[in-house]
């Protein structure tokens, strides 16, 4: 079975700076998907970023980069010139692409960010 | 965008009542629905698969008789909470997937 990790339960920023979240997972499976979600305040879950373990180009959207190690099974968020919006709890989460195996998300047990002025 | 509509976001029952939530994909239908139970500053966990048509997939340890999934149509799942204890309450999220795997605002279930 797949587990992922999050080996930080909180971390904390200055605006303007940069953070580095860490994610590492367990899978025997050679193609996967792994992504990183935001859960703000208010609970709802908004997806960052998104990397397709085949691509072995590092995937990037805006201020949020992530450093996708496939041989050591990490896969850490970056985000650059940290903003107050970005305070909220951070998931990282794995997906087969197998439908056999069901599509649902296995989620590590999430990091939460706090952002300070 | 894709948009999944979760119904109630809120919801405060006695003990021994049930309570129905409803998943709804408002713009794209899906034939899979997931149902995930997260606990105040703690992961999601998913519950159960919803299937159009055929009977839910529930994961280890999830009472199938306690949480009812039907999933009748391709644009709606709705999670029943059969006889709610306290230790029911908990936030219930539902997602489903269009180009990506889109979540409702999740629904927050308090039993007295």
């Known amino acids: 079975a797949q587990t992922v990790t999050q080996s930080q339960p909180e971390m904390s920023v200055q605006e303007a700076e940069t953070v580095t979240l860490s994610c590492t997972y367990d899978?025997?499976?050679?193609?996967?998907?792994l992504f990183w979600y935001k859960q703000p305040p208010s609970r709802q879950m908004i997806l960052v970023i998104r990397?397709?373990?085949?691509?072995?180009q590092n995937a990037t959207e805006n201020r949020f980069s992530v450093n996708f190690q496939k041989a050591a099974k990490s896969f850490s968020l970056k985000i650059s010139d940290s903003q107050l919006g970005d305070a909220a709890m951070y998931f990282c989460?794995?997906?087969?692409?197998?439908?056999?195996?069901?599509?649902?998300?296995?989620f590590g047990k999430g990091t939460t960010l706090s952002v300070s002025s | 965008g894709a948009v999944v509509s979760q119904h109630p976001s809120w919801v405060i029952c006695k003990s021994g009542t049930s309570v129905k939530i409803e998943c709804r994909s408002l713009?794209?239908?899906?034939?899979?629905m997931f149902w995930y139970r997260q606990f105040p500053k703690q992961s999601l966990m998913l519950m159960a698969t919803?299937?159009?048509?055929?009977?839910?997939?529930?994961e280890q340890g999830v009472e199938k008789d306690k949480f009812l999934i039907n999933h009748a149509s391709l644009t709606l799942s709705t999670l029943t909470v059969t006889s709610a204890h306290p230790e029911d309450s908990s936030f219930y999220i539902c997602s489903a997937r269009a180009n990506v795997l889109t979540f409702g605002a999740g629904s927050r279930l308090t039993v007295l």
């Open positions: 990397q397709e373990a085949y691509k072995q």
């Open positions: 713009d794209f239908q899906a034939t899979t």
């Open positions: 899978t025997s499976e050679s193609d996967y998907y």
């Open positions: 989460a794995y997906r087969s692409v197998f439908l056999q195996a069901g599509t649902a998300l296995i």
């Open positions: 919803s299937n159009e048509g055929s009977k839910a997939t529930y």
